[in-house]
């Protein structure tokens, strides 16, 4: 099982530009989750999809967008990128209601806005 | 909002030596989490609190929940070079339309061989 698969890995912008990243889960999890790490700050909420077809504002929504594609897909979009959007993005899953396992988060986006 | 100190922000100790880090919240939580975070990864469970007063421990790990429910604590033993990461406390309500988590920012730690 891949769990959390986050692409790309790795991504430089000019201020302004656009992208979208991409987020899949192969665990049949209903929740997923976008998070931004930044030094000394830990780990903040962009948005979160609680299931298929909602999707909600979490800590730190300005500047991006959201798609929940379907149940395994969950994109993250920077339509006009500014420097104070660079960060190691990270995407996450989880069952969702009691018996939770905690969250599977995937490797990261390492993103730089110049 | 609901916001966790975790403390130290970092350490640096001897391999060998034992680790103690902790979380304290200004409200309850239903569950306390603690995850490790290798250098270019994501964050990876290491243990999950579900009741107040529970203590569980995983290999060298021991973790407990607090009674009042706002503060938890991990301990290593006996410390390796691979301990070296961020370990996050998080904090999570479940239940209803969404069970968020909520992180710490963080504890580094450093192991000297």
């Known amino acids: 099982n891949a769990g959390v698969t986050q692409t790309p890995k790795f991504q430089v912008l000019k201020t302004g530009q656009s992208m979208t990243l991409q987020c899949a889960q192969d665990?049949?999890?209903?929740?997923m989750y976008w998070y931004r790490q930044d030094p000394g700050m830990g780990l903040r909420l962009i948005y979160y999809?609680?299931?298929?077809?909602?999707?909600d504002k979490g800590e730190v929504p300005n500047g991006y967008n959201v798609s929940r594609l379907n149940k395994r897909e969950f994109s993250l979009r920077l339509e006009s990128a500014a420097p104070s959007q660079t960060s190691v993005y990270f995407c996450?899953?989880?069952?969702?209601?009691?018996?939770?396992?905690?969250?599977?988060f995937g490797s990261g986006t390492r993103l730089t806005v110049v | 909002g609901q916001q966790l100190n975790q403390s130290p922000q970092s350490m640096f100790i001897q391999e060998g030596e034992d680790v103690s880090m902790n979380c304290t919240s200004s409200?309850?939580?239903?569950?306390w989490l603690w995850y490790k975070q290798d250098p270019g990864e994501g964050p990876v469970l290491l243990i999950a609190?579900?009741?107040?007063?529970e203590l569980t421990s995983n290999g060298r790990l021991t973790a407990q929940f607090g009674i009042t429910r706002k503060d938890s604590f991990l301990n290593i033993s006996a410390s390796i070079p691979s301990d070296v990461g961020i370990y996050f406390c998080?904090?999570?309500?479940?239940?209803?339309?969404?069970?968020?988590?909520?992180f710490g920012k963080g504890t580094k730690l450093s192991v000297k061989p």
């Open positions: 996450a899953s989880s069952t969702r209601g009691t018996g939770i396992d905690g969250y599977t």
């Open positions: 665990m049949n999890h209903n929740s």
């Open positions: 999809s609680a299931s298929e077809g909602t999707t």
């Open positions: 409200s309850i939580f239903n569950t």
């Open positions: 609190l579900y009741k107040a007063g």
């Open positions: 998080a904090g999570m309500n479940y239940g209803g339309s969404q069970g968020n988590l909520i």
